[in-house]
């Protein structure tokens, strides 16, 4: 792939400070359109050079819009109910099912695979999957793929 094309999805604890405040810096001038970028990244605490160079390359996984279909695997602690429980979070969410797969249990861990479409209506994914992660049978949760 040529640079530029590439796209990763990884956790906010493995992401440089300094992109993570180019987010902050678009969010202040997201939120009030009368400040100017050196307002933002001043308040923010980067130079006006860092939030140039990374504004394109960084933005919040939820920003997805309709149409955006992501595939994620989620690792299971056999018990009744709990895919229930993971199904009643996605509809919550507001997310359309698109494919659901499920292992058989080994040694009393299953894995459940959920390709989901983000629609319009979709609200924070990264709260959805937060949630689900929080879960007590959840041992993880991993996003494969993002379309």
Do not use: W
């Not at 987010?23 to 202040?28: G, M, R, S, Y």
């Not at 690792?75 to 659901?100: H, M, V, W």
């Not at 479409?117 to 990264?126: E, Q």
């Amino acid at each position: 792939m040529s640079e530029g094309t590439e796209y990763y999805v990884i956790r906010k604890k493995a992401v440089p400070e300094v992109l993570l405040k180019v987010v902050e810096v678009q969010k202040i001038l997201d939120a009030d359109p009368k400040k100017t970028v050196q307002m933002a990244t001043s308040e923010a605490g980067i130079s006006r050079s860092s939030y140039y160079k990374y504004k394109e390359d960084i933005f919040p996984f939820h920003d997805s819009r309709q149409g955006r279909n992501i595939t994620c695997v989620i690792e299971i602690r056999d018990c009744p109910g709990i895919i229930s429980t993971i199904l009643n979070i996605f509809a919550k969410y507001q997310t359309n099912i698109l494919t659901i797969h499920q292992s058989i249990p080994i040694n009393g861990v299953g894995i459940l695979t959920l390709s989901v479409d983000i629609l319009s209506i979709t609200t924070d994914v990264s709260a959805m999957l937060n949630e689900v992660e929080s879960l007590d049978r959840i041992i993880s949760v991993k996003i494969i793929a993002r379309e």
